[in-house]
């Protein structure tokens, strides 16, 4: 079983940076893929960015350039910097873990981005 708990959003102006940290237990983190994801209010659930096992990685147009995912297997944590933040990237983020078709889901963390 893998228990995910992310930390680090808040309130931020527009142009400003957070990083938010997602910690893991379980022993499947190093062998798993790994994401970030969001909800904005009144949107759907949407992706922001993954990372596999090798490092590579993906991320939704909207914050390409912006935002950087990576991940540390050796302290079981998965990160999301987010700089130059609009407040348009003002939703709750959620990380992942997803290990043979089984997705594991954290509590969220919420990032508001206004002035």
């Known amino acids: 079983q893998v228990q995910l708990v992310e930390s680090g959003g808040g309130l931020v102006q527009p142009g400003g940076s957070l990083q938010l940290s997602c910690a893991a237990s379980g022993s499947i983190f190093s062998r798993a893929v790994l994401g970030w994801y969001r909800q904005a209010p009144g949107k759907e659930r949407a992706l922001v960015a993954t990372?596999?096992?090798?490092?590579?990685?993906n991320y939704a147009d909207s914050v390409k350039g912006r935002f950087t995912i990576s991940r540390d297997n050796a302290q079981n944590a998965v990160f999301l910097q987010m700089n130059s933040l609009k407040p348009e990237d003002t939703a709750v983020y959620y990380c992942t873990v997803t290990y043979f078709g089984l997705d594991y889901w954290g509590q969220g963390t919420e990032v508001t981005v206004s002035s």
């Open positions: 990372i596999n096992i090798y490092g590579r990685t």
